[in-house]
């Protein structure tokens, strides 16, 4: 089992930066590929970002490329998601997710794709 826990959510102002953490700890995360998703008030479950095991590659959302940056500390067992140029419609709940036994080349944006999942931390953007 692989729990993983989020943390840095919260409110912000259109135009700020936010910066999400994600702890895992059980299974060996280093042989992860980690993503980002997010899910608003009567919306479905959206990718935003994903990282490979050893961060040689990341893949974004259309709408967040050039604002959103994933990265991961494999010694420190956590994945961030630097959140820049926030927008009100970036509010939504943001979840952590972690998946074993898939390629990098598998549909990073395909949630059920993911095998753990945090609990998820609110991200609320004013205008």
């Known amino acids: 089992q692989v729990q993983l826990v989020e943390s840095g959510g919260g409110l912000v102002q259109a135009g700020g930066s936010l910066r999400l953490s994600c702890a895992a700890s059980?299974?060996?995360?280093?042989?992860?590929?980690m993503g980002w998703f997010r899910q608003a008030p009567g919306k479905e479950r959206e990718f935003v970002a994903a990282?490979?095991?050893?961060?040689?590659?990341?893949d974004y959302a259309d709408s967040v490329k050039g604002r959103f940056s994933i990265s991961r500390d494999n010694a420190k067992n956590t994945v961030y998601l630097q959140m820049n140029s926030l927008k009100p419609e970036d509010t939504a709940v943001y979840y952590c997710?972690?998946?074993?036994?898939?390629?990098?080349?598998?549909?990073?944006?395909?949630?059920?794709?993911?095998?753990?999942w945090g609990q998820g931390t609110q991200v609320t953007v004013s205008s």
């Open positions: 990282i490979n095991w050893n961060g040689g590659n990341t």
């Open positions: 997710a972690a998946r074993y036994g898939i390629s990098w080349y598998g549909n990073r944006w395909y949630a059920p794709s993911y095998d753990y």
């Open positions: 059980g299974r060996t995360f280093s042989t992860s590929t």
